[in-house]
């Protein structure tokens, strides 16, 4: 099992930055993927940004050139930066973890391990 706990978000205005933080611990997967997925009042849980032990990135096309998502060299950390925010970041952001089985990282639905989510609020 492993254990993810983010920190970071906050309330911020337009334009401003915030960088969000998942501290993982637990088990061991050998190939997996890591990442950030956000979820507004009413709609889906979507994928922000993940990636993935071959070292890929990925990002969603509404925060591509926005937000980066990082890890510390142990890669039990996990960041991510956000920049230029905008009041359609509002959300509540996940970090999860999941098996990585080769090409993409699997969606929400694929992710197996989850923390509680931190609260962005951009207005």
């Known amino acids: 099992h492993v254990q993810l706990v983010e920190s970071g978000g906050g309330s911020v205005q337009v334009g401003g930055s915030l960088r969000l933080s998942c501290v993982a611990s637990?088990?061991?997967?050998?190939?997996?993927?890591m990442g950030w997925f956000r979820q507004a009042p009413g709609l889906e849980r979507k994928g922000v940004a993940t990636f993935n032990t071959d070292g890929d990135t990925s990002y969603s096309e509404y925060v591509k050139g926005r937000f980066t998502i990082s890890t510390d060299s142990a890669k039990t950390t996990l960041y991510l930066q956000m920049n230029n925010l905008k009041p359609e970041d509002s959300a509540m952001y996940y970090c999860?973890?999941?098996?990585?089985?080769?090409?993409?990282?699997?969606?929400?639905?694929?992710?197996?391990?989850w923390g509680k989510g931190t609260q962005v609020t951009v207005s």
């Open positions: 999860a973890v999941g098996k990585y089985w080769g090409g993409s990282c699997p969606g929400a639905v694929g992710m197996e391990y």
């Open positions: 637990g088990d061991t997967i050998g190939r997996y993927c």
